[in-house]
RNA sequence: UCCUCCUUAGCUCAGUUGGUUAGAGCAUCUGACUGUUAAUCAGAGGGUCGCCCGUUCAAGUCGGGCAGGGGGAGCCA
């Protein structure tokens, strides 16, 4: 049996001494010929490994670098030196695996995340990168503990779908079609999908809503929590094409039942983490004070990143109205001056990310929900409100991110929603499945889609996302 | 896709009005030292200045194009 071993973590948790441990990592540095700090990766902190003199070989001494993979075993004992409070007298130690001190990448210095993005493949043994990766292990696990405590049931939906009629971005094709211009065509010109693997067109995923109601339409309560794509050529820091989103779709549930929801779960996910990634979060939060300290004074955050996610869990969203929003907007001194480049000016336009940012950041300080869309700005699932000019639609906007939750009780009413669907020139015979939940049993539901790596930069403080996921795929860049 | 900034050693960056042999810190290697905390000290190696074209007696430096990257915008989660 190899893996005998206590992990750094535990290890460092007791405060127990004199007993002979095993661990096993990866080398952060090697000072003095003699201290390694060691990490497994189970915690951000290292155990000191002291290698008393004379007791190596000088060749295994030499493979000591920076990366290379180690084995140890001696006493644990309270340390010599201040820093820490144990640390281990090895007795032994085996070279499991080199890395040339020429060759590996990551040194014992601060990296630039952009570099660390080109070896994403190794940033996961950075202190920066493994709190977020730790962290990001956390909220998933949140998400489907708070769902599961609730009752919900985990729906897996599809990845490859049919419908390209979701109308929520543009998508990536599947197809086991020649792409060398002979694959076959209809008399228009168009492919011929009929001897394509699925006999008809088929696209990745943007979303699982709507097979998501289907299965509220039996289960009452369900939830997906899977990867979603997006063929946008989106350039931002808070978008992918290859991203995680969490979708919970409620029968019985209203507009107002959402937004307690949502509120109530991203409340649960953040405090989860803080609860149990203290460690990770304290490191975050001071990579991020000695990030803003680069920045001009104006533009720092007034709160540091646990304060505001202490912040965040112990005060109500703001609840208002896209109609309220409008008028503050309006009147507000920023719009006067004329320092929106969109200035609001009239009812019915959707909001620039400037606007949010304003509202949540300058006029609230605090996550907003805004509600009661116009209907034209927003999609054909929406219920349309009793006024004929909005519908049913929450976003909520968090500080430094913008949308992280967009969501809207949902169009039961059968002949309401193929009148929309119409209007808005949306195939009803393609969607001819999902308009059955409205035929046979249909009630009034909800739901809301939560983009996975919004909600971990806003967790872990981070500003791009794709420092947030493993490996980002987005225009022009899917290594790895 | 649009706007804007950037690209010089493995990494982070200096590099003056265009002018002789392009620098620093860290990393690496060699040696010294040994209870260190990104150890310290001494020495060494390391560069097609992103690529292409142009202006000029002369280009890291000026102009154009391309590529890659950052930030912002749009689309959205």
Not at 23 to 44: C, E, H, K, P, Y
Not at 137 to 163: M, Q, R
Not at 241 to 266: G, R, T
């Amino acid at each position: 049996m190899f893996g005998k071993r206590i992990k750094i973590k535990e290890l460092l948790l007791s405060d127990n001494v004199n007993y002979q441990a095993t661990v096993m990592g990866w080398v952060r540095t090697f000072r003095n010929n003699q201290f390694i700090a060691l990490n497994d990766g189970s915690t951000n902190n290292n155990i000191q490994v002291v290698v008393s003199l004379g007791s190596l070989d000088d060749i295994t001494l030499k493979r000591i670098t920076t990366g290379a993979c180690i084995k140890a075993t001696g006493e644990i004992i309270a340390s010599l030196g201040k820093g820490q409070k144990v640390e281990l007298n090895a007795s032994s130690i085996e070279i499991l695996g080199d890395s040339d001190a020429e060759k590996f990448p990551l040194q014992p210095k601060k990296h630039s995340l952009e570099f660390l993005r080109e070896i994403a493949h190794l940033r996961f043994r950075t202190n920066t990168f493994g709190a977020i990766f730790r962290v990001r292990h956390s909220l998933a696990f949140a998400i489907h503990d708070f769902f599961n405590k609730k009752g919900f049931v985990y729906l897996h939906t599809p990845i490859i779908t049919a419908s390209d009629a979701e109308g929520a971005g543009e998508m990536f094709k599947v197809t086991t079609l020649p792409l060398d211009g002979t694959a076959p065509r209809n008399e228009d010109g168009s492919i011929n999908f009929k001897d394509d693997f699925f006999g008809r067109n088929t696209n990745l995923t943007v979303s699982g809503q709507l097979e998501g109601e289907l299965a509220a339409m039996a289960f009452s309560d369900i939830y997906t929590f899977g990867p979603t794509f997006r063929a946008e050529n989106s350039n931002t820091t808070r978008h992918l094409a290859e991203f995680w989103m969490i979708e919970p779709e409620m029968a019985f549930h209203d507009l107002e039942d959402n937004m307690n929801l949502a509120e109530e779960f991203i409340k649960y996910i953040i405090r989860y983490a803080m609860e149990n990634n203290r460690e990770d979060l304290e490191f975050l939060s001071q990579r991020l004070e000695e990030e803003e300290k680069q920045k001009p004074q104006n533009e720092r955050s007034e709160l540091g990143l646990i304060q505001k996610l202490d912040f965040v869990v112990n005060n109500d969203f703001e609840r208002i109205t896209y109609t309220e929003a409008i008028d503050i907007l309006k009147e507000c001194s920023h719009n006067k001056k004329k320092k929106f480049n969109y200035l609001i000016d009239k009812w019915g336009i959707d909001l620039q990310s400037e606007h949010e940012r304003y509202l949540v950041e300058k006029h609230f300080k605090k996550p907003v929900i805004l509600t009661n869309y116009p209907k034209e700005i927003k999609a054909f699932y929406m219920r349309q409100n009793d006024d004929g000019k909005t519908v049913a639609a929450m976003d909520i906007l968090a500080p430094g991110i913008g949308e992280i939750v967009g969501g809207s009780q949902r169009e039961e009413r059968f002949d309401k929603l193929t009148e929309r669907m119409k209007e808005m020139h949306i195939p009803t015979e393609e969607l001819d499945w999902y308009l059955d939940t409205r035929r046979f049993g249909a009630c009034p539901h909800a739901g809301f889609g939560l983009g996975f790596e919004r909600i971990v930069q806003f967790v872990t403080g981070m500003g791009n996302i794709r420092d947030v996921i493993p490996f980002p795929r987005y225009p022009k860049s899917a290594s790895f």
